[in-house]
């Protein structure tokens, strides 16, 4: 199945959407058996006052001639009024109102006590509710048919669904609202942990807060606790690197002093070797010594820092690094992983400058670039794709540049940016230039380990 274009899954939205149908539904549900009840109420009244009116009618009855013996209300005398009466069983013919004009009623034989209502049509398409009783009456079994007209009565019951239906529409608009806004003021503490996080991964704090609601806080004091054991894991793997390169210096001497006394060459050449690797890294965990797992690099400070740092350790060479700056305060980059990238080109560039050297930082709309040149000797333009491939080392058989580029390489392939080598115009010497691409939300990159 493809979820190519699905929208992400909001909770705000998603108990906003549930929520409101739930308010709407309810609602509507309410409206529509209220309508009901107060139907099923209207037809209880009417066949009440019906029922009144036909024992109205026995009462008024003569059982003898079968008429009535009293007046009638003015409506049963009125043509097509809308009450109408019929009785049957009287022994002379049926008594029908004055009312029903030429019209006629479906009448129904009712035992006596039994009695039936129903709907009809009636004339000039009234709507009738129509009642059927059967009733005895000095031996005889009388059927009375009484109807209404209820024409008006469901015209008014329609008026108060449309009316009562508008209201509950309303009503949910308005629930909806307030609803929104209560979830709304609720998420705001969980847009607290969001915040907590972007300055996290800003570098302007080093944990999420705890003033979050209850249900979150087992979630942030798991994400602390990762953080405090990542952060501990990586100044551990830093210090025990600091540590193997000052415990090797020792055994390494006495091999190199070890081939020197017997003129053994192969001895020698490769104990050199392995203490230019091990001076290197120590000058490399000083470099990288200040940064911070987990926080962003400010090129403005983090560069100059940088940089006397590095005159500190060149200092026989009496070296001038000049940098040139056009960076915000802060980049969406990791301190930790561009300290080791600068430092790695840093190192380089003085090995072989002469005098000078020049960093330049750049940002871009949405890359950064640091550019590092020198005025040394530089390097063939023929070899300069094999710098970064791991193993090179020009800087120990001729003169070049490539222990610590692949390091760079790595650091700046896992942001997806690209690396070009290459003679600098400035100074004449050699000229590297990583350009990373800035994302609006950073994820910090596993560090590029040697």
């Given amino acids: 199945m493809s979820f190519a274009g699905r929208q992400p899954a909001s909770l705000e939205r998603s108990l906003n959407r549930t929520l409101g149908t739930l308010v709407l539904v309810s609602l509507v549900v309410i409206t529509l058996a209220g309508t009901w009840i107060g139907r099923q109420a209207m037809e209880q009244f009417v066949a009440s006052r019906l029922a009144h009116d036909a024992e109205a009618l026995m009462a008024a009855l003569n059982p003898e001639t079968g008429q009535l013996s009293r007046s009638l209300p003015p409506v049963y005398n009125q043509p097509l009024s809308g009450h109408y009466f019929i009785i049957r069983g009287t022994g002379s013919g049926p008594v029908r109102s004055r009312s029903l004009w030429d019209a006629d009623l479906e009448t129904f034989d009712a035992a006596p006590g039994e009695s039936k209502a129903a709907f009809a049509d009636g004339p000039q398409g009234q709507t ?3 009642w059927h009783a059967g009733y005895e009456l000095h031996g005889r079994q009388i059927s009375v048919t009484m109807a209404e007209d209820i024409a008006p009565l469901l015209l008014a019951l329609k008026r108060f669904l449309i009316a009562a239906l508008v209201a509950a529409l309303a009503a949910a608009a308005l629930m909806y609202w307030l ?57 551990r793997s830093r210090n025990a690197m600091g540590n193997l390169a000052h415990a090797l210096k020792s055994p390494l001497q006495v091999l190199l002093q070890h081939g020197n006394d017997r003129q053994d060459e192969t001895i020698t050449v490769q104990s050199e070797r392995m203490r230019q690797i091990i001076d290197r890294e120590l000058r490399q965990a000083r470099l990288a010594g200040n940064a ?77 670039s640091i550019t590092v040149e020198d005025d040394g000797p530089g390097t063939d333009p023929s070899v300069t794709h094999e710098l970064p491939a791991r193993g090179a080392r020009f800087d120990e058989t001729t003169p070049g540049y490539g222990l610590g580029l692949s390091i760079v390489c790595d650091i700046v392939g896992l942001y997806g940016g690209q690396v070009t080598f290459g003679g600098s115009d400035r100074l004449g010497g050699f000229c ?18 040697r």
């Fill in 128 to 130: 009738l509710f129509v």
């Fill in 179 to 235: 609803q929104k806004r209560i979830l709304r003021r609720g998420f705001e503490q969980i847009d607290a942990v969001r915040e907590d996080v972007r300055r996290l991964s800003l570098g302007e704090s080093g944990e999420l807060g705890s003033d979050v609601p209850e249900e979150v806080k087992p979630l942030v004091a798991e994400f602390n606790t990762l953080i405090t054991a990542w952060r501990g894991h990586l100044q």
């Fill in 292 to 368: 911070h797992a987990g926080q962003r690099f400010v090129p403005t400070t983090d560069i100059p820092d940088l940089v006397e740092l590095l005159s500190s350790l060149y200092r026989d060479k009496a070296l001038v690094v000049d940098t040139e700056i056009d960076a915000p305060g802060t980049v969406s980059l990791d301190q930790e992983d561009m300290l080791e990238l600068l430092g790695n080109l840093l190192d380089n560039a003085a090995k072989w400058a002469t005098r000078r050297i020049l960093v330049t930082a750049t940002m871009g709309e949405k890359s950064f």
């Fill in 432 to 449: 590297a230039r990583a350009q990373l691409p800035i994302r609006s939300t950073p994820a910090r990159p596993v560090s590029a380990k």
